[in-house]
């Protein structure tokens, strides 16, 4: 009998306008069909958005920074074997994307939202509870994977 496993050869990202992860997975002997698949990173899910036999293409829900293996199971035809190379990773970056205000009193006080990727997912994740924004300290009151805020001191 052929060998129906699916096979991945490689993985490239890049991000949306909205700060989201992309990821495009190639391979063989994939699926068309975007609801025939399971694609996790780490254990974070990869929305497929579009697909072929040969690639696929997802957004990657918001987790924190690390390097994670790349999974995708075809429903129809089970876990796609990893590449001969060793199996397909993903790096989290922790990287700020925007930040509002731009500019904030020198007396503290202000409030400032940070938008980006790979951030801790709560306040009690952050080292010291605080970052250094321009020199000055700004303690984190609020904080997901992809947004936190911080009031200046």
């Known amino acids: 009998a052929e060998d129906?496993?699916?096979?991945?050869?490689?993985?490239?990202?890049?991000?949306?306008g909205d700060g989201n992860v992309i990821l495009t997975i190639s391979g063989s002997k994939l699926s068309g069909n975007i609801a025939n698949y399971v694609v996790k990173v780490g254990d974070h899910d990869c929305k497929v958005t579009t697909a072929t036999e040969s690639q696929l293409v997802c957004i990657l829900s918001a987790g924190?920074?690390?390097?994670?293996?790349?999974?995708?199971?075809?429903?129809?035809?089970?876990l796609a074997r990893q590449p001969s190379a060793g199996t397909l990773q993903h790096t989290v970056s922790m990287q700020i994307l925007s930040s509002t205000p731009s500019v904030g009193s020198l007396g503290g006080g202000t409030p400032v939202t940070v938008t980006g990727t790979g951030f801790p997912g709560?306040?009690?994740?952050?080292?010291?509870?605080?970052?250094?924004?321009?020199?000055?300290s700004c303690k984190v009151t609020e904080s997901t994977y992809n947004q936190f805020q911080c009031i200046t001191s």
């Open 4 to 16: 129906s496993t699916p096979e991945l050869l490689s993985v490239a990202n890049s991000l949306d």
């Open 64 to 78: 924190p920074a690390g390097t994670f293996d790349v999974t995708v199971v075809v429903k129809n035809k089970g």
């Open 122 to 136: 709560s306040v009690e994740e952050w080292e010291g509870g605080s970052v250094m924004i321009a020199g000055s």
